[in-house]
């Protein structure tokens, strides 16, 4: 009976300490930097299904790239339970807009709608 409770024990510290919560903006990173090195374990981790889906098709349709990316945060804003961040990388110097949902208490980049911009104009 001890062996199970100190089992168990173990179990919870491991998968407690496995659950970091990022801030949206790590969040963000997290994913740009995924996004322009083409690393979809990661990439799927940090995001939605429908951000997921939205992300990979853009993504087929860059180049491989070696160098090593950049992502500057430029601007951030939360909405309740909406956070959007605005970035720049160095893969090509364009600035670009990530809507953040919460996901199992979880910051998660999605997918914005057609005419969506957030609070950054």
Not at 27 to 40: G, I, L, P, R
Not at 63 to 88: F, H, N, Q, R, T
């Amino acid at each position: 009976m001890k062996r199970l409770v100190l089992c168990s024990l173990v179990l919870l510290f491991v998968s407690c300490a496995e659950n970091n919560n990022m801030s949206h903006t790590e969040t963000a990173q997290v994913v740009a930097e995924s996004f322009f090195s083409k690393d979809e374990s990661a990439l799927k981790k940090h995001t939605t299904s429908e951000g997921y889906a939205s992300l990979i098709t853009v993504q087929n349709m860059l180049p491989d790239s070696d160098k090593e990316i950049e992502v500057e945060i430029l601007d951030e804003a939360i909405e309740g339970e909406i956070a959007w961040v605005k970035y720049k990388t160095s893969f090509d110097g364009k600035s670009g807009i990530f809507k953040l949902v919460k996901e199992d208490n979880q910051w998660k980049v999605t997918s914005k709608g057609p005419r969506e911009k957030g609070p950054f104009l």
